[in-house]
């Protein structure tokens, strides 16, 4: 495992970005920082600007508009980077399958680490993957 | 001689939860004009919904917006109980009452998370984890009552799709109660603090003649003074057998949608336990529909950022022929031009959010105007312009073989 791989499990911080959602995931996520889940004990935290990003976190259906905007949001992304889908339409597109304005599905386009599904996921899923995926990082898998 | 600067936020912005892109144009610290360009969360839902069975397309509506889910399944089947012949005439009486319960928590909870997002806009941090820690129970409740947090998945053609338990309803009874200390609170901060005063008050505003014109609906027009609210106008669910009031402000600034806002939270509670102690014990909570007949019908519902508007068309078989929404926020979010306008760029991003637009509902396809040949192009697209033209002229100096 080398140094950057290893600076990426100790404090996760995260972007968060809603390529085509419907709020509600993007509600679950913010609902993760508020007291009752508190997800910043972990380390992990929301921020600004995706040049200090170490995990992107997407939602939504892929909105054909928004996923030019997203490609270029990930080259600017420092990497190591953690891709997570968010939300069963990121993982899989959900019901929005069909519509005309939805693109490729999100691991067509970026390489997804982990998958988060639900509609919206819970908080305590958020939370759950996440550390999931820090603890298999840590192992160096 | 004006030197109009362009300030772009977005498609990503920290301080936007959903994709979208204004344009700020300045002169100074004076916003002179603004645009707004959508369609980065476009999914096409209309045309969705007319491959789906009538049955099937609550799921779908309530995925236009996780605030309001439970306004668009609402307003879409009291659109299809429009064309079976109204909400009244064939909806069981236990489910008028858990429908009207759905939809007054769903306020609840809409109201305190803008509260909390205008308190984050404003810098006090304290107000957003407070206001989002007050919403958990309200979520707690849904849990209860649907299953889930969010997308409740509730409402169906003819009834609602889940029975309040009797058990649950002292439980609910108790975390509403508890639920208030916590709303005397921000009424309390939100009237007495200086500072939140001193910054609220006279920005952003829009005059119950500006709000007529632009047709602004819900809170954004009860704080210009407006007086209209769908509850009341065009009753549906129980609201016209419970007791309650419309609140409406005079100054249209954003001090007054805030203080609409909290004082709509006072009411929701008493509707709320007005239907729990109303509500029949006992009964049927779905009518069995199987047919909608030919026909057209709307419905209408006051969702918490104003009104849902739904349109069907029936042709007969188990598909909508035409299915047309029209979300709350589509009138509202163009009330920013004239509310911003005028105003200083350290306020714009208040008054945006002020309207508690969610763009999800508003999602159109965005449709470039040909006509006066203007493109929006970022730096990307000059470097593009750029690089062609070098090879133009590469190809006119050395031919086209080259």
Known sequence: ?141 | MSHKIIVPIGPYHPLQEEPEFFQLYVEGEKVVDIDIIIGYNHRGIEKLSESKHFDQVPFLVERICGICSSSHPYAYVLAVENILGGEFNIVPEKSLFIRTIIDELQRIHSHLLWLGLVGHFIGYNTVWMWAWKFREPVLDMFEMVTGNRNNYAMFKVGGVRRDIKDDDIPQIKKMLDELLPGIDLFHGAIMDDPIIKMRLKDVGRLTRQQAIEWAVVGPTARASGVNIDIRRDEPYGSSDRLDWKVIIEKDGDIFCKTVVRILELYESISLIRQCLDKMPKSGIIDADIKDIPVGEGIGRVEAPRGECFHYIVSDGTNRPLRHKIRSPSFMNVASDKVAAVGGTISDATLTLAAVDPCYCCTERVAVINKSDNSKIMNGWDLIKLSQDKTLKLKESYYGRSK
């Open chain 1, 1 to 141: 495992m080398d140094i950057r791989s290893k600076a990426l499990t100790k404090s996760i911080w995260v972007f968060h970005m809603s390529v085509g959602s419907c709020n509600n995931c993007d509600i679950e996520i913010l609902d993760c920082f508020t007291p009752r889940h508190d997800i910043e004990r972990f380390g992990i935290q929301l921020i600004g600007s995706v040049r200090h990003a170490d995990a992107l976190l997407i939602t939504g259906a892929m909105n054909k508009k928004a996923i030019v905007r997203m490609k270029k949001v990930y080259e600017q992304t420092a990497k190591p980077c953690v891709v997570v889908a968010c939300g069963i339409c990121a993982c899989s597109q959900h019901m929005f399958r069909d519509s005309y304005n939805v693109g490729e599905p999100l691991d067509k386009i970026l390489p997804v680490d982990l998958y988060i599904p639900g509609c919206p996921p819970k908080p305590e899923a958020i939370i759950s993957g996440i550390l999931q995926l820090v603890n298999k990082m840590k192992k160096g898998k």
